[in-house]
């Protein structure tokens, strides 16, 4: 059983910065992948990033060069540096992490960009 706690969410302005942090508490060193997506009102949810477990990042075509996904194994944690913020990035976002071919979510943490 793995459980995904988020954190890091908040209020910032356009062109500002926020890091996410998602804990787990459970074992995460064998998590085939992990990730962010995120879900605005109204909205289907999509892909943010995604780190494999070799290493390999994958990223959404709306944020590439302007977020970047990374995790500390030995911390069990994985984040998400988010930069030069947009009001299109607004939403709720969730890690999830593929354990065991299991897929777990966390509860969300809210963005809000203002313009």
């Known amino acids: 059983q793995v459980r995904l706690v988020e954190s890091g969410g908040g209020l910032v302005e356009a062109g500002g910065s926020l890091r996410l942090s998602c804990a787990a508490s459970?074992?995460?060193?064998?998590?085939?992948?992990m990730g962010w997506y995120r879900q605005a009102p109204g909205k289907q949810r999509e892909l943010v990033a995604i780190?494999?477990?070799?290493?390999?990042?994958n990223y959404g075509e709306s944020v590439k060069g302007r977020f970047t996904i990374s995790r500390d194994g030995a911390k069990n944690t994985v984040f998400l540096q988010m930069n030069s913020l947009k009001p299109e990035d607004t939403a709720a976002y969730y890690c999830?992490?593929?354990?065991?071919?299991?897929?777990?979510w966390g509860q969300g943490t809210q963005v809000t960009v203002s313009s």
């Open positions: 780190i494999i477990r070799d290493g390999r990042t």
């Open positions: 999830y992490a593929i354990v065991s071919s299991t897929v777990y």
């Open positions: 459970g074992s995460i060193s064998s998590a085939e992948t």
